[in-house]
């Protein structure tokens, strides 16, 4: 732990909701960075990732979860397992919902798991900028007789309407204490965790149905060569023979355009050139399988 001036904050809060209401687009506007991918896809998240936002008066560790929802495999279990126990770590919780979409059976268990904890929990109404002002306000009167919540917040994740307010809401409720993170840190995670995570949102943009939920991705060398250039090795694992197909596409079109996209990505995350090399394997059903489920990084240690 860092050293702190006097009358410093410091503390843990964990974003929470149903899967795709927006959860990582906010956390990157909170942080003013990207550290979660993105993408219009369920279960898009999969880890839990600690992403740091230092003021001179404060230090926030966001704790970006996997959506809470009904799991189909093991892999879908440990996500929801990690997305709970957020919540007995943290000093506020955010429960974000779309202002969209009335409460839903997701919504409704979420709060019943938010009952349990003495955690403050503000209510999220998210995509304020898709629907009128008054539709706003009966959203709110909607979701807010589902728990007794200690702040209602309407914001945009996308266009950043109402962030500032977000931030200065919670400092004021996190207690004195140290800086854990150095102030220039943004995200927990190695470099290689995140060129993965660049790698896989590309291929959940570039493919639909099963694929996308599908794949996993492994780097598994990254060095530089004598000219400068940093050589990135990736492993895309998937569970059937014709999802590679789909992943490498005509003539190996789809690959490369997933290489082409993640290489420009990580050249901006590393700030120098790359040259990305990636492979397709098969490991059939992995998503239910303890083994590659760990050798994958899914540990319940997260």
């Known amino acids: 732990m860092l050293g702190t001036p006097e009358n410093f904050r410091s503390g843990f809060v964990a974003l929470v909701g149903r899967p795709n209401v ?25 880890h839990k990732i600690h992403s740091v936002l230092t003021r001179p008066d404060a230090q926030i560790v966001f704790l970006d979860t996997p959506g809470i929802h009904k799991p189909r495999h093991k892999l879908g279990e440990y996500m929801v397992e990690v997305a709970l126990n957020a919540l007995k770590e943290v000093d506020v919780v955010l429960f974000l919902v779309e202002a969209t979409d009335p409460p839903g059976a997701g919504d409704r268990y979420i709060a019943e798991q938010l009952k349990q904890i003495k955690t403050p929990v503000f209510l999220m109404i998210n995509k304020i900028d898709l629907v009128k002002k008054e539709d706003v306000l009966a959203s709110i009167v909607r979701y807010k007789d589902l728990l007794p919540f200690a702040e209602v917040i309407p914001v945009s ?6 962030v500032e307010r977000l931030i200065d809401t919670i400092v004021s409720y996190l207690p004195a204490g140290p800086q854990y993170y150095p102030a220039d840190m943004i995200t927990d995670r190695p470099e290689r965790f995140i060129m993965a995570e660049i790698i896989r949102e590309k291929v959940l943009h570039l493919t639909s149905e099963e694929v996308p939920h599908s794949v996993a991705v492994v780097v598994e060398q990254v060095q530089a060569n004598n000219n400068g250039v940093v050589v990135v090795n990736a492993v895309i694992y998937t569970e059937r023979d014709s ?37 397709v394997k098969v490991k059939k059903d992995w998503r239910n399988k303890m083994a590659d489920l760990r050798n994958f990084g899914f540990t319940r240690e997260e």
Do not use: C, F, H
Not at 24 to 35: A, D, E, R
């Open 22 to 46: 927006g959860k990582s687009t906010l956390l990157n506007k909170l942080v003013g960075q990207k550290v979660a991918i993105m993408s219009d896809k369920p279960q898009t998240t999969r």
């Open 243 to 279: 999802q590679k197909a789909i992943l490498i596409g005509k003539g190996g079109a789809m690959l490369k355009e997933v290489g082409r996209r993640a290489r420009e990505e990580i050249e901006n995350l590393l700030g120098s050139r790359v040259y990305l090399e990636l492979w």
């Open 157 to 162: 994740a996308l266009a950043g309407d109402n």
